[in-house]
C-alpha cells in the first residue's frame, strides 16, 4: 500500500476532479462543454465493471470490461481508488487509470457518485471535488421524464437516489464547489471558474514542452 502511495506522489501530474451529482442535473452537458473548450486539457479515467459491453462500446474505452474474480482482487489488493455495486454489477476506478491520465499532464476527471466521493476522501488523491446539483426535485423529475428513456420503476429509483445525494451534497466540506445548475451557462461560467487556474497549469506546461 506505501509503494502505490509513493508512485501516486511522485506522478504529480494536474490535480483531478471529482464530479458528482444526480443522473438529470447536467453533468454530461457540462463535461461536454468544457472537454469541447479545453480540448487537450482533460482526460477521463477509463472506469471498470463487471457488466457486459452494450453495442458500440469498446473495451479499454468506454470500460475495462472484467469479471467479478478479477475485479475483487483488485480491490482486495488496494489496486482501487473508489469502487461501488450498481444494478448487481460491480464498477470502479482504478488508481493506474487515473495515473494513466496523469502521465500525459491531463486533468483526470472522475464521474462518480456520492459513495464514491467518500471512499476518494479517504485516499491521498487530493482531487478538486465539485458537485452538480438541479435547482430543485421538481425541475429534476420533469427532465429525467422528458428525457423519455425509462420505465417508472427506474425512474423512481432515480429520484430517490437524487433526493439523498441533494442531501449528502450539503454536508459542509464535502465538496470544494457545488454549482447548482438552474441556467446552463452561469452553471458553465460556475465551473471553469472553479478550474481555471489546474486549466492554466496544464495550458502553461504543453506550452513549453
Given at each position: 500500500m506505501r509503494?502505490l502511495?509513493?508512485?501516486?506522489?511522485a506522478?504529480?501530474?494536474?490535480?483531478p476532479?471529482?464530479?458528482?451529482?444526480?443522473?438529470?442535473a447536467?453533468?454530461s452537458t457540462?463535461?461536454k462543454?468544457l472537454m469541447k473548450?479545453y480540448?487537450g486539457?482533460?482526460?477521463?479515467?477509463?472506469?471498470?465493471t463487471?457488466?457486459n459491453p452494450?453495442?458500440g462500446e469498446?473495451n479499454g474505452r468506454?470500460y475495462?470490461?472484467?469479471?467479478r474474480?478479477?475485479?475483487?482482487?483488485?480491490?482486495?489488493?488496494?489496486?482501487?481508488?473508489?469502487?461501488?455495486?450498481f444494478s448487481g454489477?460491480?464498477?470502479?476506478?482504478?488508481k493506474?487509470?487515473?495515473?494513466?491520465?496523469?502521465?500525459?499532464?491531463l486533468?483526470c476527471?472522475?464521474?462518480?457518485?456520492m459513495?464514491?466521493v467518500?471512499?476518494?476522501k479517504?485516499?491521498?488523491?487530493?482531487p478538486?471535488?465539485i458537485?452538480i446539483?438541479?435547482?430543485s426535485?421538481?425541475?429534476?423529475?420533469k427532465?429525467?421524464?422528458?428525457?423519455?428513456t425509462?420505465?417508472?420503476?427506474?425512474?423512481?429509483?432515480?429520484?430517490?437516489?437524487?433526493?439523498?445525494?441533494?442531501?449528502i451534497?450539503?454536508?459542509p466540506?464535502?465538496?470544494?464547489?457545488?454549482?447548482?445548475?438552474?441556467?446552463?451557462?452561469?452553471?458553465?461560467?460556475?465551473?471553469?471558474a472553479?478550474?481555471?487556474?489546474?486549466i492554466?497549469?496544464v495550458?502553461k506546461?504543453n506550452?513549453?514542452?
Amino acid at each position: 500500500m506505501r509503494d502505490l502511495c509513493t508512485k501516486e506522489k511522485a506522478m504529480a501530474g494536474p490535480r483531478p476532479v471529482v464530479f458528482s451529482g444526480p443522473s438529470g442535473a447536467g453533468k454530461s452537458t457540462l463535461l461536454k462543454k468544457l472537454m469541447k473548450e479545453y480540448d487537450g486539457v482533460f482526460g477521463f479515467s477509463v472506469s471498470h465493471t463487471t457488466r457486459n459491453p452494450r453495442p458500440g462500446e469498446e473495451n479499454g474505452r468506454d470500460y475495462h470490461y472484467v469479471t467479478r474474480e478479477v475485479m475483487q482482487t483488485g480491490i482486495d489488493k488496494g489496486d482501487f481508488i473508489e469502487n461501488a455495486e450498481f444494478s448487481g454489477n460491480m464498477y470502479g476506478t482504478s488508481k493506474a487509470a487515473v495515473q494513466d491520465v496523469q502521465a500525459k499532464n491531463l486533468i483526470c476527471i472522475l464521474d462518480i457518485d456520492m459513495q464514491g466521493v467518500k471512499n476518494i476522501k479517504r485516499t491521498d488523491l487530493s482531487p478538486i471535488y465539485i458537485s452538480i446539483q438541479p435547482p430543485s426535485m421538481n425541475v429534476l423529475e420533469k427532465r429525467l421524464r422528458d428525457r423519455k428513456t425509462e420505465s417508472e420503476e427506474s425512474l423512481l429509483k432515480r429520484l430517490h437516489a437524487a433526493q439523498v445525494d441533494m442531501e449528502i451534497s450539503k454536508e459542509p466540506g464535502l465538496f470544494d464547489v457545488v454549482i447548482v445548475n438552474d441556467n446552463l451557462e452561469d452553471a458553465y461560467e460556475q465551473l471553469k471558474a472553479a478550474l481555471l487556474e489546474e486549466i492554466n497549469k496544464v495550458k502553461k506546461i504543453n506550452m513549453s514542452s
